[in-house]
């Protein structure tokens, strides 16, 4: 069935997210701060809206995709999105942010008298164009239901991962997995360069024995055994060393929170966070590599 949708931040996946709605026959209202990112909407068919209390006063499910925790709960409350909506619709937040933030404006939706899902993504700016969205989900069994087609039309998965917040934990959780088992992964090439062993021989060996994961069989950070991974382009992203820097920064403040005993996810959150503002701003996060090769002299 059609619904009307608005869709606030329309930037690298936000805009093609709101495209494939329009393609799956939704009416999309979307607003973002930039007018670019609006206007790049407007050509794939979204109509632009004012404001985002404009676009949600006559929407029945209100999208957002912005950078920060923030960004959201201003916008619900202190910028009145909530209020600009009318009761009953359903709020989903599809940006990557903090736990208690999620849960934090899943409160104040409810509050309002809203519905309300976290359902932050994986499968970056690629997976948002081609419409093959991973969809983390936290929520009541109505609300994922009343989501699930919609992010259907934007993804190819939608896994509901439990109440409020647990989408943000489920994709905090899976990228401290990638991030520590990135650094890993290119630590043991670089202590396989310092042994005199090829890459392809470690390669050829972990991939198909226990040493095997994403992060080396898809992501491979040296240039060579799987050709289609950002080390064969320089390291152009790919999924950025920002993005995995700001992930492992919301799993630290969840692991500080928590007191969790997770001493490799605060590691590689503050390597992670030194390679973003350094010589990763713009790289792939397999990059790391090369800051790991530096710092042994190689
Ligand atoms: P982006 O910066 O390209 O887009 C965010 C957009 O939100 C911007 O266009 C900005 O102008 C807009 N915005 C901010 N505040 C606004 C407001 N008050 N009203 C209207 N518009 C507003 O970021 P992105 O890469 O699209 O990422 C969005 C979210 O998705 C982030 O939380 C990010 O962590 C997450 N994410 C990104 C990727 C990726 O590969 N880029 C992958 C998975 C998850």
Same mark, same amino acid.
């Not at 992501?219 to 950002?230: E, W």
């Not at 010589?279 to 990059?287: I, M, Y």
């Given at each position: 069935m059609s619904a009307v949708i608005a869709f606030i931040g329309l930037g690298h996946m936000g805009g093609p997210m709101a495209a494939n709605l329009v393609k799956a026959g939704h009416r999309v209202v979307g607003h973002d701060l930039v007018p670019e990112a609006l206007k790049t909407a407007v050509a794939a068919g979204v109509e632009a809206a004012p404001s985002a209390g404009a676009a949600a006063a006559e929407a029945d499910v209100v999208l957002t995709m912005l950078p920060a925790g923030r960004h959201v709960l201003a916008l619900y409350q202190d910028e009145g999105l909530l209020a600009a909506a009318r009761p009953g619709t359903l709020f989903v937040d599809c940006s990557t942010i903090d736990v208690a933030d999620a849960r934090t404006a899943h409160e104040a939706a409810v509050a309002a008298g809203h519905r309300a899902v976290d359902a932050p993504v994986s499968g970056g700016v690629m997976g948002a164009e081609a419409g093959t969205l991973t969809f983390m989900v936290g929520g009541d069994d109505a609300a994922f239901a009343q989501a699930e087609p919609l992010l259907a039309a934007m993804g190819k998965k939608a896994v509901?991962?439990?109440?409020?917040g647990a989408g943000q934990a489920a994709k905090i959780c899976n990228n401290m997995i990638l991030g520590v088992s990135m650094i890993a992964v290119s630590e043991a090439f670089v202590l396989g360069e310092s042994l005199g062993l090829s890459h392809q021989a470690l390669f050829d060996v972990a991939s198909t024995a226990s040493g095997q994961c994403w992060a080396l069989s898809?992501?491979?950070?040296? #240039? @060579?055994?799987?050709?289609?991974?950002?080390a064969n382009r320089?390291?152009? #992203? @790919?999924?950025a060393a920002p993005l995995m820097a700001k992930d492992l920064g919301l799993a630290a403040n969840a692991v500080r929170a928590g007191g969790v005993d997770a001493e490799l996810g605060l590691r590689a959150a503050a390597l992670y966070a030194a390679f973003a503002e350094g010589?990763?701003?713009?790289?792939?996060?397999?990059?790391i590599v090369r800051a790991i090769r530096d710092r042994s002299g190689q």
């Open positions: 509901h991962c439990g109440a409020a898809v992501n491979c950070p040296v #240039p @060579g055994p799987v050709p289609g991974s950002p320089d390291y152009r #992203p @790919g999924f010589d990763g701003a713009a790289e792939d996060f397999s990059g």
